[in-house]
């Protein structure tokens, strides 16, 4: 499958249909625990079918959390279901688009992500994004795993934020430590399902903003 003429020469799409960009290949050998982070309603603000790069907001916070895990060896990865796409509302170039504001506007305070993934597979997409239940769609793992094999990272000491309960299970599906959930975003709506989302070897955090995992996920310093 080939992007768009425009597309970032570091992205490319898989032979499964999603989106692989590792922007800061790794030059550590040792395995690090990641900080995986949901984009829409977490990093910025939810915009209904995101596409025009200046309705591109960050959450206030996020750019801090995203600072602090690059300062401290940690990848910072983007894991992102992109149904807008599956179903034909915008395509690549708009998502890159988006994409390439969201890197100025952390760029601008030292901030970076190390790669980004984002799955358009959808129960009600359009050949060739049309399928009932993607491995790489959230809940599903294969976002998160596919990282693990590009870059150096130890998933049972990682951790995801998101603002659904999709999220958080995606991230204990992958073997994460575990997960905090955020009241930005659709939060409210999928706060009773984040709460049933712990079990004994995944913790699950409430919080209200992503700002909250500079004192609640411990590889942050909690």
Same mark, same amino acid.
């Given at each position: ?35 995986? !982070? ?51 509302y915008f395509g690549w ?57 590009? !870059? ?71």
């Amino acid at each position: 499958m080939t992007l768009p003429s425009d597309h970032p020469q570091d992205a490319s799409i898989d032979a499964e249909g999603i989106w692989n960009q590792v922007l800061k290949p790794a030059k550590r050998a040792d395995l690090r625990p990641a900080l995986f !982070l949901d984009r829409d309603g977490c990093v910025v603000e939810e915009v209904h079918y995101l596409h025009r790069p200046e309705e591109t907001r960050l959450i206030p916070g996020a750019a801090e959390v995203i600072g602090l895990a690059n300062r401290r060896g940690f990848p910072v990865v983007m894991i992102t279901n992109q149904s807008g796409i599956g179903r034909g509302y915008f395509g690549w170039s708009e998502f890159g688009a988006v994409q390439t504001t969201l890197f100025e506007q952390l760029a601008a305070t030292g901030a970076w992500f190390d790669a980004i993934f984002a799955c358009p597979h959808h129960a009600e997409g359009a050949a060739p994004y049309g399928h009932p239940d993607h491995p790489a769609r959230k809940p599903n793992p294969g976002m998160l795993l596919r990282a693990a094999d590009q !870059l150096p990272i130890d998933l049972s000491k990682s951790w995801v934020v998101g603002d659904r309960c999709s999220d958080l299970e995606a991230g204990r599906n992958a073997g994460l430590k575990g997960g905090m959930h955020v009241l930005t975003g659709f939060g409210p709506t999928e706060r009773d399902m984040a709460k049933t989302a712990g079990r004994p070897q995944f913790q699950a955090l409430l919080a209200d903003s992503i700002a909250d995992a500079l004192a609640k996920i411990p590889i942050l310093g909690a």
